[in-house]
């Protein structure tokens, strides 16, 4: 299964332009809806100190994380106003742990380090 999730950029102060809006697909990720927010996402890190290769998040329910990210994030950064909750487990199983905006965590406890295999994200 393969999904997109949309960024948008402003081409002028009053206008989006269609040709700036770029779509990454990432399988197992699902697509905020068009209008929603998502100039200030949840990110997520391989490595400790919000370093490494990364990925975000704006609303989802990913039961399943890209496979390269699957059981290697060591970090994240949470904005204001997001809250993510992180599952050892696919399918929102498995240990887990919430995390509320603004936060940023520069080391995953060990029981969830390189352990997070999906994560859902809302509006706190």
């Not at 990720?29 to 391989?46: E, T, V």
């Not at 993510?84 to 509320?100: H, M, Q, S, V």
């Amino acid at each position: 299964m393969k999904f997109n999730f949309v960024t948008a950029a402003i081409a002028t102060s009053t206008t989006l332009a269609i040709s700036a809006l770029s779509y990454l697909s990432i399988p197992g990720f699902s697509q905020p809806a068009f209008g929603q927010n998502c100039s200030n996402p949840a990110k997520f890190y391989k490595d400790r100190d919000l370093r490494g290769a990364s990925f975000q998040l704006c609303f989802t329910n990913s039961k399943t994380i890209p496979a390269r990210f699957n059981d290697q994030i060591s970090s994240l950064r949470i904005p204001k106003g997001r809250k993510c909750l992180l599952y050892t487990n696919a399918g929102f199983k498995g240990r887990r742990i919430e995390y509320i905006g603004a936060t940023n965590v520069v080391n995953l406890q060990p029981e969830f380090n390189n352990q997070v295999s999906s994560i859902q994200c809302t509006t706190s």
